[in-house]
């Protein structure tokens, strides 16, 4: 199981590469070109020392070169010289085209990833988001995804060049000298155990600053979403501390994989430097006995020195390879998750519901150990309201969350319209229900697009049409753009009301058979509220209706109350019938008609 889970992550990048298999194969080749090229680079050296300066002899394969030193040395310099500057364009050359065509594949890698991490996140269940922070999910969709963008494509072909370069040219060297070239190979075991130990440090250190830098962000997150708390109680200078604390460890964390990453390839010049000063001592020994020309000596110490430039550039990929994987891993740890709630095996698609809602002895916990529910039976017909009533902590959100299958009872069954929801597929479930919150979430975007988000396709007049129910129409055309003002994030530019309001009116353009309320007249001002019952009359018609409320005169009003304690309900009936038989009901309710008779009591104010 764990394995095939594992395998989404591989997947995604498989299949990515396999879509673009066509623009590697001609940036693989690009990169051959670049390397050949490498390899020719020094020759043109060797030719001007050997054949035009000291006048040797040149061989067959170079009779051309004979033909124009009889005109003078000059036009051969010229010719050679040419030469050079053409191996050089040709690098360019294909060096551009790599890199164009690695960067596109590479930022296409990126947008697979952050698409396929952010799908997986809205589909993981709402017990994860509640554990989970939401900077360090940021740091994953956006951090993590881009630094594997250099590893899987444009490490990966520079990888290959590198070796391709470094056996090429050690191949040329070998023919060369072949003692000179076991000095070289000598540098080698100690080169590649130093690395191997630099790159597993920086790989460890990269796992911990990835993990300090997502609290960091979880912790800008949180602050700016509560700044007001933070400036109301003029707590500025401790957030300040507390974010430079986590801040320092993200730093010193920073600051060692950077003095790594500068060891590896201080340490790779260092050895470059030794082998260097070995190959020439050596090589300008074999030159005075005439072992060796100074062109061949002179193309042996230019192939050397390109040679340990693959083998530095191999020590930053090291670095940048021990980075991605830790992001490698942390985007596989969330793509390895699977949604605790999902569609059954059988689960069909959700007729047209009535709206019949019944729970069966449904108990739950959060998984703590302290039950939320305990043995809850009720039955809610059709078009009939039910508020829930209680204290907080008594389980009425529960009761919500579990009817939109957040979270599944761990005993009993709940049923609409005499079907377990769990034989329903989610989103046929959801789809059917509408939400109205005590705080009303809304996006930051226009006031259109935000009630449009209650049903995607919704036209201009019905959105209209559901803001004028909603009492919202009014306010909305006296803001500057009407329907088209951008709102701030979370709504903030509105006041409580009027935010209420839209949310309303979101649910309304919904026209689900079930609906849920949870707080809805809580925070209001008395104007605010008038607009906001008045709204929710019309919403309300015709629905089943769970009103999780302290608010006495939806109470009143409603078909049947749940009254909970405990995570139980000991209460059940209208309110004429509860005010008659339950003392407690009656208690509760004379002792907030008394604390204040001339307004809209809230049950909570207790």
Same mark, same amino acid.
């Given at each position: 199981?764990?394995?095939?889970?594992?395998?989404?992550?591989?997947?995604?990048?498989?299949?990515?590469?396999?879509?673009?298999?066509?623009?590697?194969?001609?940036?693989?080749?690009?990169?051959?070109?670049?390397? !050949?090229?490498? !390899?020719?680079?020094?020759?043109?050296? @060797?030719?001007?020392?050997?054949?035009?300066?000291?006048?040797?002899?040149?061989? $067959?394969?170079?009779?051309? !070169?004979?033909? %124009?030193?009889?005109?003078? @040395?000059?036009?051969?310099?010229?010719?050679?010289?040419?030469?050079?500057?053409?191996?050089? %364009?040709?690098?360019?050359? +294909?060096?551009?085209?790599?890199?164009?065509?690695?960067?596109?594949?590479?930022?296409?890698?990126?947008?697979?990833?952050?698409?396929?991490?952010?799908?997986?996140?809205?589909?993981?269940?709402?017990?994860?988001?509640?554990?989970?922070?939401?900077?360090?999910?940021?740091?994953?969709?956006?951090?993590?995804?881009?630094?594997?963008?250099?590893?899987?494509?444009?490490?990966?072909?520079?990888?290959?060049?590198?070796?391709?370069?470094?056996?090429?040219?050690?191949?040329?060297? #070998?023919?060369?000298?072949?003692? =000179?070239?076991? *000095?070289?190979?000598?540098?080698?075991?100690?080169?590649?155990?130093?690395?191997?130990?630099?790159?597993?440090?920086?790989?460890?250190?990269?796992?911990?600053?990835?993990?300090?830098?997502?609290?960091?962000?979880?912790?800008?997150?949180?602050?700016?979403?509560?700044?007001?708390?933070?400036?109301? #109680?003029?707590?500025?200078?401790?957030?300040?501390?507390? #974010?430079?604390?986590?801040?320092?460890?993200?730093?010193?964390?920073?600051?060692?994989?950077?003095?790594?990453?500068?060891?590896?390839?201080?340490?790779?010049?260092?050895?470059?430097? %030794?082998?260097?000063?070995?190959?020439? =001592?050596?090589?300008?020994?074999?030159?005075?006995?005439?072992?060796?020309?100074?062109?061949?000596?002179?193309?042996?110490?230019?192939?050397?020195?390109? /040679?340990?430039?693959?083998?530095?550039?191999?020590?930053?990929?090291?670095?940048?390879?021990?980075?991605?994987? %830790?992001?490698?891993?942390?985007?596989?740890?969330?793509?390895?998750?699977?949604?605790? *709630?999902?569609?059954?095996?059988?689960?069909?698609?959700?007729?047209?519901?009535?709206?019949?809602?019944?729970?069966?002895?449904?108990?739950?916990?959060?998984?703590?150990?302290?039950?939320?529910?305990?043995?809850?039976?009720?039955? *809610?017909?059709?078009?009939?309201?039910?508020?829930?009533?209680?204290?907080?902590?008594?389980?009425?959100?529960?009761?919500?969350?579990? /009817?939109?299958? +957040?979270?599944?009872?761990?005993?009993?069954?709940?049923?609409?319209?005499?079907?377990?929801?769990?034989?329903?597929?989610?989103?046929?479930?959801?789809?059917?229900?509408?939400?109205?919150?005590?705080?009303?979430?809304?996006?930051?975007?226009?006031?259109?697009?935000?009630?449009?988000?209650?049903?995607?396709?919704?036209?201009?007049?019905?959105?209209?049409?559901?803001?004028?129910?909603?009492?919202?129409?009014? #306010?909305?055309?006296?803001?500057?753009?009407?329907?088209?003002?951008?709102?701030?994030?979370?709504?903030?530019?509105? $006041?409580?009301?009027?935010?209420?309001?839209?949310?309303?009116?979101?649910?309304?353009?919904?026209?689900?058979?079930?609906?849920?309320?949870?707080?809805?007249?809580?925070?209001?001002?008395?104007?605010?509220?008038?607009?906001?019952?008045?709204?929710?009359?019309?919403?309300?018609?015709?629905?089943?209706?769970? /009103?999780?409320?302290?608010?006495?005169?939806?109470?009143?009003?409603?078909?049947?109350?749940?009254?909970?304690?405990?995570?139980?309900?000991?209460?059940?009936?209208?309110?004429?019938?509860?005010?008659?038989?339950?003392?407690?009901?009656?208690? !509760?309710?004379?002792?907030?008609?008394?604390?204040?008779?001339?307004?809209?009591? $809230?049950?909570?104010?207790?």
């Amino acid at each position: 199981m764990r394995q095939g889970r594992r395998s989404r992550f591989k997947q995604v990048v498989i299949n990515h590469l396999l879509q673009v298999k066509a623009s590697l194969l001609l940036a693989a080749l690009c990169m051959l070109g670049f390397t !050949l090229a490498g !390899l020719l680079a020094p020759w043109p050296l @060797k030719i001007i020392f050997d054949y035009v300066l000291l006048d040797h002899r040149p061989p $067959s394969s170079l009779s051309f !070169l004979g033909d %124009v030193l009889q005109r003078g @040395k000059f036009p051969a310099l010229a010719l050679v010289s040419l030469a050079i500057v053409l191996i050089a %364009v040709l690098k360019g050359v +294909f060096s551009y085209a790599q890199l164009a065509i690695t960067s596109r594949i590479g930022y296409q890698m990126v947008y697979a990833l952050r698409r396929e991490l952010f799908v997986h996140l809205q589909r993981l269940s709402l017990s994860f988001h509640h554990r989970a922070r939401s900077g360090d999910l940021l740091i994953k969709v956006t951090g993590d995804t881009n630094t594997l963008k250099d590893v899987f494509v444009e490490s990966a072909l520079t990888v290959v060049g590198y070796l391709l370069t470094l056996f090429g040219m050690f191949a040329v060297m #070998f023919a060369l000298n072949w003692s =000179l070239s076991l *000095i070289v190979l000598a540098t080698f075991p100690v080169l590649f155990s130093a690395l191997s130990y630099l790159y597993r440090k920086i790989k460890a250190s990269a796992k911990s600053q990835r993990r300090s830098e997502g609290r960091s962000a979880s912790r800008i997150s949180e602050i700016l979403t509560a700044v007001s708390v933070v400036q109301a #109680f003029g707590r500025e200078r401790y957030e300040e501390e507390r #974010f430079e604390t986590e801040s320092g460890q993200t730093l010193e964390e920073s600051i060692r994989t950077a003095r790594m990453e500068a060891s590896a390839t201080r340490l790779v010049e260092l050895i470059t430097a %030794v082998g260097t000063w070995a190959v020439i =001592l050596v090589g300008s020994l074999q030159v005075l006995k005439g072992r060796m020309t100074p062109g061949d000596i002179l193309v042996f110490v230019s192939y050397q020195t390109n /040679l340990y430039k693959p083998i530095r550039g191999l020590a930053r990929l090291s670095a940048r390879a021990s980075k991605a994987m %830790v992001s490698a891993e942390r985007i596989a740890e969330i793509l390895e998750m699977e949604p605790e *709630i999902q569609d059954d095996a059988q689960a069909v698609h959700a007729p047209g519901l009535k709206g019949e809602i019944v729970f069966e002895h449904v108990s739950f916990d959060y998984g703590n150990g302290k039950s939320v529910l305990n043995d809850v039976s009720f039955t *809610i017909a059709p078009g009939q309201q039910a508020a829930l009533m209680g204290p907080s902590g008594v389980g009425k959100s529960t009761i919500a969350n579990l /009817l939109l299958r +957040f979270y599944d009872p761990q005993e009993g069954r709940i049923l609409i319209d005499g079907t377990d929801i769990r034989g329903y597929t989610l989103a046929s479930l959801r789809e059917q229900i509408a939400v109205v919150l005590q705080e009303s979430v809304l996006f930051c975007t226009t006031i259109r697009e935000n009630i449009a988000y209650g049903k995607l396709d919704a036209t201009m007049e019905e959105i209209i049409a559901a803001t004028q129910a909603a009492n919202a129409h009014d #306010f909305i055309l006296a803001l500057e753009h009407g329907y088209d003002t951008v709102i701030g994030e979370r709504g903030d530019t509105l $006041s409580g009301g009027q935010r209420q309001r839209i949310a309303i009116a979101r649910a309304l353009i919904r026209n689900a058979p079930i609906l849920i309320l949870d707080e809805p007249m809580r925070g209001l001002d008395v104007e605010s509220e008038v607009a906001v019952r008045e709204a929710l009359k019309r919403l309300m018609a015709g629905k089943t209706c769970l /009103l999780i409320t302290h608010d006495l005169q939806a109470v009143t009003e409603a078909d049947l109350v749940l009254l909970l304690d405990e995570g139980r309900i000991v209460e059940r009936g209208g309110h004429s019938e509860l005010m008659t038989r339950s003392g407690q009901y009656r208690q !509760l309710y004379e002792l907030k008609i008394g604390q204040s008779p001339a307004r809209t009591i $809230s049950m909570e104010e207790a």
